[in-house]
């Protein structure tokens, strides 16, 4: 413990980190899985989450664990506890989150900077708000045959996931998202930290020139495939598939299933290849340090 | 005003407490939950996979059937079906509703129908696979899986650490409701009574957070001391936790039972297409 420095993180700290986000994120869950909804035609008012929790703990801790723990807390204590295990649904969930909270604490370096923890807590949000947007155009595209020959359908479901993309933003990400962080991190900075033994964080966790790049990279490419998976929708409605799509049909058929799949499969990796390369660029840091 | 008076019931704090207690550790005594963990994780994944390998309605239907008398037999609470049905009913709503306006025909509707099955049947599987299981069963399940540990410890420290934790964030909202004064008029749609609390709910948890970073730190020592970090990487120290673990006569005439289901459900499915 005592040859550590003091910017690394013990294996008992990561421990922590992970289990103070857990029981502060799975609470909060709780709270808000109980809250009404108001809605209001395909207008949904509801508070989905309470984004403030993991957004401050990301940029005040590192960020991996803290994400990964406000996520694990979301599974157990919202759904896992309450009987409201969603299974598969769970997964998606979870890799967007964890991913979305990640890049938003990697993006902070300086704590005191208030205009840079707004717009990393905004990108975050709008990266998991994103990452869900796809899965779920990407799931109605796939699970109906032939969306395009049914007129009016992708116009429609580009309107039901346009305004739940507004209302998601407005209310989770910056009611209770942006303006309780700014809130909460100037007060948490420096109290909070020493309770668990930890030094204030200064500058960017472990910033590394290669995580920075992955990170703008992953930004890069969510935002990227938000705008082609969109584009793409609303190019089917003018051309003609008519001709083809039999054939097209018959070609691909059931395998479609395998392309949410293996678009889901590609994010967790890259999610999972970032943080090894963390973890691995973590320990030669500290076996560089103790040599 | 129904709005409203759900509002005032849900911000009463004890009601929420008590509710989520009674889900939490309600008595799961049911035809599912006395399976094995591991069996029924594997049933929920064929299940709710299956549905997107076709688009024959015949076959979705009988998926629908069957994974609802399921949920039936293993004695869903009420209250978890009902939010099931809204919100099924509602998205089909809005779906129709927008496809009639940007022009649609009836004729979407057999694919939309589809479509919404596939999702349903999802929903319904893991409403009857996980609602009445107990969740130390499934976190052992999970972890004989190959889950990494810290997820089947979180699932047993947030069970029990559960009640303590709503206690505390209770207490704190008590107290700034004790020294603030809600507005005695709300205002168009009571927006000042929803203002100051989610004000409250916001600034509670600085405190919350404050007092949770002590109590983590006391709870991972605590953990050390007793070579929590050992046993998650020990084989042995797995092993002797999973020896619970065990297929019995019971679940294997289940797996047949299952496998003639889903053959019925095929074979009806190739002959009588919808």
Same mark, same amino acid.
């Given at each position: 413990?005592?040859?550590?420095?003091?910017?690394?993180?013990?294996?008992?700290?990561?421990?922590?980190?992970?289990?103070?986000?857990?029981?502060?994120?799975?609470?909060?869950?709780?709270?808000?899985?109980?809250?009404?909804?108001?809605?209001?035609?395909?207008?949904?008012?509801?508070?989905?989450?309470?984004?403030?929790?993991?957004?401050?703990?990301?940029?005040?801790?590192?960020?991996?664990?803290?994400?990964?723990?406000?996520?694990?807390?979301?599974?157990?204590?919202?759904?896992?506890?309450?009987?409201?295990?969603?299974?598969?649904?769970?997964?998606?969930?979870?890799?967007?989150?964890?991913?979305?909270?990640?890049?938003?604490?990697?993006?902070?370096?300086?704590?005191?900077?208030?205009?840079?923890?707004?717009?990393?807590?905004?990108?975050?949000?709008?990266?998991?708000?994103?990452?869900?947007?796809?899965?779920?155009?990407?799931?109605?595209?796939?699970?109906?045959?032939?969306?395009?020959?049914?007129?009016?359908?992708?116009?429609?479901?580009?309107?039901?996931?346009?305004?739940?993309?507004?209302?998601?933003?407005?209310?989770?990400?910056?009611?209770?998202?942006?303006?309780?962080?700014?809130?909460?991190?100037?007060?948490?900075?420096?109290?909070?930290?020493?309770?668990?033994?930890?030094?204030?964080?200064?500058?960017?966790?472990?910033?590394?020139?290669?995580?920075?790049?992955?990170?703008?990279?992953?930004?890069?490419?969510?935002?990227?495939?938000?705008?082609?998976?969109?584009?793409?929708?609303?190019?089917?409605?003018?051309?003609?598939?008519?001709?083809?799509?039999?054939?097209?049909?018959?070609?691909?058929?059931?395998?479609?299933?395998?392309?949410?799949?293996?678009?889901?499969?590609?994010?967790?990796?890259?999610?999972?290849?970032?943080?090894?390369?963390?973890?691995?660029?973590?320990?030669?840091?500290?076996?560089?340090?103790?040599? | 005003?129904?709005?409203?008076?759900? @509002?005032?019931?849900?911000?009463?704090? %004890? =009601?929420?407490?008590?509710?989520? *207690?009674? $889900?939490?550790?309600? /008595?799961?005594?049911?035809?599912?939950?006395?399976?094995?963990?591991?069996?029924?994780?594997?049933?929920?994944?064929?299940?709710?996979?299956?549905?997107?390998?076709?688009?024959?309605?015949?076959?979705?239907?009988?998926?629908?059937?069957?994974?609802?008398?399921?949920?039936?037999?293993?004695?869903?609470?009420?209250?978890?079906?009902?939010?099931?049905?809204?919100?099924?009913?509602?998205?089909?709503?809005?779906?129709?509703? @927008?496809?009639?306006?940007?022009?649609? %025909? =009836?004729?979407?509707?057999?694919? *939309?129908? $589809?479509?919404?099955? /596939?999702?349903?049947?999802?929903?319904?599987?893991?409403?009857?696979?996980?609602?009445?299981?107990?969740?130390?069963?499934?976190?052992?399940?999970?972890?004989?899986?190959?889950?990494?540990?810290?997820?089947?410890?979180?699932?047993?420290?947030?069970?029990?650490?559960?009640?303590?934790?709503?206690?505390?964030?209770?207490?704190?909202?008590?107290?700034?409701?004790?020294?603030?004064?809600?507005?005695?008029?709300?205002?168009?749609?009571?927006?000042?009574?929803?203002?100051?609390?989610?004000?409250?709910?916001?600034?509670?948890?600085?405190?919350?957070?404050?007092?949770?970073?002590?109590?983590?730190?006391?709870?991972?020592?605590?953990?050390?001391?007793?070579?929590?970090?050992?046993?998650?990487?020990?084989?042995?120290?797995?092993?002797?936790?999973?020896?619970?673990?065990?297929?019995?006569?019971?679940?294997?005439?289940?797996?047949?039972?299952?496998?003639?289901?889903?053959?019925?459900?095929?074979?009806?499915?190739?002959?009588?297409?919808?």
């Amino acid at each position: 413990m005592n040859q550590l420095n003091r910017e690394q993180y013990s294996q008992s700290q990561k421990m922590m980190i992970f289990i103070l986000a857990m029981s502060l994120f799975g609470l909060a869950n709780l709270f808000t899985e109980l809250l009404p909804e108001f809605v209001l035609g395909p207008v949904e008012l509801s508070v989905s989450y309470l984004a403030f929790i993991p957004l401050s703990l990301v940029m005040l801790f590192h960020p991996l664990y803290a994400a990964v723990g406000a996520s694990v807390g979301e599974i157990i204590f919202g759904d896992l506890l309450l009987g409201d295990f969603g299974g598969l649904g769970e997964l998606e969930g979870f890799i967007e989150f964890t991913l979305a909270m990640y890049i938003a604490g990697l993006l902070v370096t300086n704590l005191r900077n208030k205009k840079q923890i707004a717009i990393a807590a905004i990108i975050g949000i709008v990266i998991d708000q994103m990452l869900s947007t796809i899965v779920d155009i990407g799931k109605v595209w796939f699970g109906i045959e032939e969306v395009e020959a049914v007129p009016g359908l992708p116009e429609s479901i580009l309107a039901i996931e346009g305004i739940s993309f507004l209302t998601e933003m407005i209310i989770s990400g910056v009611i209770f998202g942006v303006i309780p962080t700014l809130y909460l991190i100037p007060r948490l900075y420096g109290k909070i930290e020493p309770l668990l033994g930890i030094k204030p964080r200064e500058g960017r966790v472990k910033a590394s020139m290669t995580s920075w790049v992955s990170v703008r990279f992953v930004i890069l490419a969510v935002f990227l495939t938000f705008v082609g998976m969109v584009a793409e929708f609303m190019a089917e409605l003018d051309i003609n598939f008519a001709v083809w799509e039999p054939e097209f049909l018959e070609q691909f058929g059931e395998g479609y299933i395998w392309l949410p799949i293996s678009a889901a499969a590609i994010i967790f990796i890259v999610a999972v290849s970032i943080a090894v390369k963390m973890m691995a660029s973590s320990n030669h840091h500290k076996e560089g340090k103790s040599a | 005003m129904e709005f409203v008076s759900r @509002l005032k019931k849900t911000y009463n704090l %004890e =009601w929420i407490k008590l509710e989520l *207690l009674k $889900t939490a550790f309600g /008595k799961k005594d049911s035809y599912m939950g006395r399976k094995d963990p591991r069996l029924i994780i594997a049933w929920y994944f064929i299940v709710s996979l299956l549905p997107w390998f076709t688009f024959n309605q015949t076959i979705l239907a009988g998926l629908l059937l069957y994974t609802t008398v399921m949920s039936l037999v293993s004695r869903v609470s009420p209250l978890i079906i009902t939010l099931l049905t809204i919100g099924v009913i509602s998205e089909l709503f809005y779906i129709i509703v @927008l496809v009639l306006l940007f022009g649609g %025909e =009836w004729a979407a509707f057999s694919s *939309l129908i $589809t479509f919404t099955m /596939k999702i349903t049947i999802m929903s319904i599987a893991s409403i009857a696979a996980f609602a009445s299981m107990d969740p130390e069963k499934l976190s052992d399940a999970l972890l004989s899986f190959g889950v990494p540990p810290q997820f089947s410890f979180a699932v047993s420290y947030g069970y029990r650490m559960l009640p303590i934790l709503l206690d505390e964030y209770q207490q704190i909202i008590l107290s700034f409701r004790l020294r603030g004064k809600a507005p005695c008029n709300g205002g168009f749609f009571k927006w000042r009574t929803i203002y100051y609390y989610s004000k409250i709910v916001v600034k509670a948890f600085y405190p919350m957070m404050l007092n949770t970073a002590k109590k983590t730190r006391t709870t991972v020592e605590a953990l050390e001391v007793k070579g929590f970090t050992y046993s998650l990487h020990n084989k042995e120290a797995k092993k002797l936790k999973l020896s619970h673990l065990k297929v019995s006569a019971q679940d294997h005439r289940f797996i047949l039972l299952s496998f003639g289901i889903l053959l019925v459900i095929y074979a009806a499915g190739k002959y009588y297409p919808l």
